[in-house]
């Protein structure tokens, strides 16, 4: 077995230049359609990429593994770490899926993602949320926007909540201000981040309450007094994250409503200094 400070791919691009011919072909082919390997036998991938079975497992031993199940298996641990790479196949790469196509995935994400979150989620989160004596929104990676995003609407209604970290920031100078009476949204969409079990760890063991929002490939947080969990399947190359958005539009325009007179005034409030600062 393959050891575990190398990846999958890690290894195929550290033989690239000691392979043959027909070896170098089937790793450009494993490259750019990794999933490829952790989907299907020796001999179908061997028709894939026009080698030979024997050129596989000259291949697959060049790479240090044992035999081609070993290096499958290891391809596809790597695959439920979100690379992209994974999600493009052979047959896929030279097609262009119709609008049709897209349309129907995102709905199909869509339904699935918010059958799992209930009315009654949304409003005690969003309750939370407006009774936090601060509410902080992690991101990173891909997660970063949403987390920006979903922190710039709600500032409509809550003053004291910030998107961390800043561009040359750490954490540690944050989640020491970290309080019980505070509420943190994370976002932990692939790819996430090798630490977030060491983040969630210690916004537990805070005490703050905590709404993970990731999607589907992640286990039920049970530390999490929320985990809202969005479909992300796409028939591209890149997740979707039509759900992800939903969620957020979601928890502000609810945060709004039950904000109530005190977010209606904070509301007209913004909208005076917008006017007379002549920022629209």
Known sequence: MPSPEKSFLGRVRDALATLHPAERRLADFVCDFPGELASYSGSELADLAHVSKATVSRFVKRLGYDSYEAARRHAREEKQTGSRLFLA????SSAVQP????LAQGIANLEATFLA???GQIDAATRALLEARKVWVIGFRASQPFASYLQWQLTQVIENIVAIPGAGQ???EHLASLQREDMVVVFGLRRRIARMPLLLAEIQ???AQLLYITDEGVPFQTGAAWHFRCQSLAPGPLFNHVPVMAVCHLLA???IEHAGTAGRRRLRGIEAL???LEEL
Request: aromatic share 0%; no cysteine.
């Open 89 to 92: 196949t052979a047959a896929k």
């Open 99 to 102: 609008l049709q196509t897209h």
């Open 117 to 119: 979150i209930s009315d």
């Open 170 to 172: 750490t954490l540690g």
């Open 205 to 207: 063991r805070s005490g």
């Open 253 to 255: 325009t609810r945060a």
């Open 274 to 276: 917008n006017d007379s």
